[in-house]
């Protein structure tokens, strides 16, 4: 299986990777975690180094299992600055 460019995800999947960099800078964070649901996960690594280029940050990918936006890793919250979850309907507040 061929490995699928950023251009190539970013056509399929609405990625928003502008506006995650933004928040990384913004947030200043230096370790991201990003969460993928499990069909995005053969794109995790493509993302993960995009990411982490534009940003500066370093980044980390959850292989745990992931039911919805509400599914977020426990235990991370003292070992990442910010969690990034793709493939999720947007939060409303």
Request: aromatic content about 10%; charged content about 25%; glycine content about 10%.
């Amino acid at each position: 299986m061929k490995t699928k460019s950023i251009q190539e995800i970013n056509e399929v999947y609405d990625l928003g990777l502008d506006k995650i960099v933004g928040q990384i800078k913004e947030s200043r964070a230096k370790r991201v975690l990003l969460q993928f649901p499990d069909g995005m996960k053969p794109y995790a690594q493509v993302i993960c180094d995009e990411v982490s280029g534009r940003s500066g940050a370093e980044c980390f990918i959850w292989l745990g299992s992931c039911y919805g936006a509400c599914d977020t890793p426990l235990g991370v919250e003292e070992k990442v600055d910010l969690v990034v979850q793709f493939g999720h309907t947007a939060w409303r507040y």
